[in-house]
């Protein structure tokens, strides 16, 4: 993702979790609170007692790569923070991951389709 669409201090972390509504997934936590900015930032935390650096990283690479495949999709102004809560995003298969998270995008209201995106039809589904 890109610089100008992460949550890069540790206040706008803190605002996010203390002023936002936050939705529980199963093994993820989403916190959603209104941006200051135009765009939609997100940030992405996995505390220490979920594994080392190598597990932590991973999961933020999984997660970070979900968000990058859909940003457009994401509503603007807004800040996100996504909070793991499970080993098992390591392992977890990565269309698994894509539903969990957009389930919980949909739940918070952050989710939307853009309006230039063409509707898929049966011929355009046998395609992909």
């Known amino acids: 993702m890109k610089r100008q669409y992460r949550l890069r201090r ?19 936590t989403l916190n959603v609170a209104a941006a200051r900015q135009r765009t939609t930032r997100c940030g992405i935390v996995v ?9 932590r990283n991973h999961i933020k ?12 999709f994401l509503r603007s102004n807004f800040d996100i923070v996504f909070i793991a809560r499970s080993r098992d995003l390591q392992t977890m298969p990565f269309s698994r ?5 957009t389930q919980l995008l949909k739940r918070a209201g ?16 046998t395609k992909l």
């Open 110 to 125: 952050v989710w939307q389709i853009p309006e230039n995106t063409p509707p898929l039809d049966s011929e355009s589904r």
């Open 61 to 72: 690479r999984r997660i970070r790569e979900v968000l990058r495949i859909h940003y457009l």
């Open 10 to 28: 540790s206040a706008h972390f803190q605002r996010v979790r203390s002023s936002g509504n936050h939705y529980d997934g199963s093994s993820l």
């Open 97 to 101: 991951l894509i539903e969990l998270i």
């Open 47 to 55: 505390a220490r007692r979920i594994g080392g650096a190598v597990v």
